[in-house]
């Protein structure tokens, strides 16, 4: 494990995770974000109730019980703090997610809206329209 937090999230339950997000891809990493975990599980609603325990938020402010009725089929981020959890059941998702993070890191994207267009590429398929400035 690289850090305490990704030791506290596979003691809650999950088959892997890798800290992700700007603080992983960008050199040097700034400092004043949050840290983001990549989290594969092999359930979510079992996974989100455990973190919720824990005191971790659907981010949004949406009440876990609201989520649970109305899941996501690829992802759910929940918050603690500058902690967030990229929470997936979809080896698939996870596996691009960390090619994507592979490929900023590789290119040091420091703009977010690189990142951005990247991950939605990689993603979802989506293509990029706007052109960086």
Not at 86 to 112: G, H, W
Request: hydrophobic share 45%.
């Amino acid at each position: 494990m690289s850090n305490d937090h990704e030791a506290q999230v596979m003691a809650m339950g999950a088959i892997k995770c890798a800290s992700v997000g700007s603080r992983v891809t960008c050199n040097p990493p700034p400092t004043d974000t949050d840290q983001d975990i990549l989290v594969l599980v092999d359930r979510l609603e079992p996974f989100i109730m455990t973190a919720y325990q824990a005191r971790f938020d659907v981010a949004g402010s949406v009440p876990v019980e609201q989520w649970l009725t109305t899941p996501t089929t690829l992802f759910a981020s929940l918050t603690r703090g500058e902690l967030n959890l990229i929470c997936t059941e979809t080896p698939d998702f996870y596996n691009r997610f960390m090619a994507a993070s592979s490929v900023a890191k590789r290119l040091n994207l420091m703009q977010k809206a690189d990142r951005i267009a990247l991950f939605q590429a990689v993603l979802y398929g989506a293509a990029c329209d706007e052109v960086p400035t």
